[in-house]
Structure formats: structure tokens, C-alpha cells
């Protein structure tokens, strides 16, 4: 198995996955979680991979994909008891705290969504890409990423209601 390969993989590639989900699920361990989950299946499969992998593609989709898996597996085991709003900027010395609890709920949302619609809504509000950008990670039209960002947003705002807002 060619390790050296796998560890530049690892090394290029890393950061920007281990960002990605700790911008989805709010929470720094959960998020070494999916990057260790991302990467071991990239490493059982390692030999059906060819050198034409577009591993920029490849790792945002898998990243988006293990992160809300994650949460789906974890909403259930739900930590908000109350409201939290995303504003840190209160000055309030709960700020901190309350953000990470709307991430944790917003995690749970997003959990709940069909896949394609949460892909597509991490990587254009959270990773701020373009609509095309990720029509060309998600191999679809950039009609198609506006109606599930549409829908996606339709739905977390009906949800979420004015956390989203504040």
C-alpha cells in the first residue's frame, strides 16, 4: 500500500476537512471524529482509487456526508435545553455558549434534511462557495444546487424560525 501517498493526502487535505466539519457540527471533538471516519475509508479503499481522483471534490462531499451522518446518529442525544441564538457579538459572557448550542441545533436540522440538500447548504453558506463551484463538486447543474439551497433554506428558516435571523 502506498503510505507515503496516503500521508501527503492526509497532510494536503487534512485542515480543510477537519474545518469543514467543525463548521457543520459546532463541536471540535465530534469533528476529529469525521476526519478520522473520512480518511479511514479512504484508506480501506485506497486501491480502488486511480490517479484521476479529484480528491478536492471527493473530500468536501464525503466531510458534508460523515459530518451529517454524525449528527443524524447524534440528535437524538440532544445537549439544547433551551433557545440559543448565533449572535456572539452581545458582549454577554454566554455568547461563546450560546453559539456553540445554535451550531449543535443547527447540526440536528441539518441532519434531518435529504442528503443533497444539506450538502449543498454547507458548502454554499458555510464553506461559502458558489453555485457553481458546487454544481461542479456535486456533478449537477447550478439550476439544480439553487432549488435545493432554495428548499434547504425554505425549511431550516420554518425550523429554526428567528435563530437564524438574529
Known sequence: MPTEEFRTLVNDYGARVLSTAVRILG??????????????????????????????????????RKAIEL???????SLLKRQAPPSAGSGRPDARLRVSEF????????????????EV???SKMENLKAERIAELLGCSRETVRVHLHRA?????????DDLTE
Do not use: C, M
Not at 71 to 77: D, K, L, V
Not at 103 to 118: D, E, N
Open 27 to 64: 463541536d471540535a471533538d465530534k469533528a476529529q471524529d469525521v476526519h478520522q471516519e473520512v480518511f479511514l475509508a479512504i484508506w480501506k479503499r485506497w486501491h480502488t482509487y486511480n490517479g484521476r481522483t479529484n480528491w478536492d471534490a471527493y473530500l468536501y462531499r464525503a466531510t458534508v
Open 153 to 161: 433554506l425554505k425549511r431550516l428558516s420554518r425550523e429554526l424560525g
Open 71 to 77: 449528527a443524524r446518529r447524534s440528535r437524538n442525544e
Open 121 to 123: 447548504f454547507v458548502l
Open 103 to 118: 451550531q449543535q441545533k443547527l447540526a440536528g436540522r441539518l441532519a434531518q434534511l435529504p442528503k443533497r440538500q444539506a
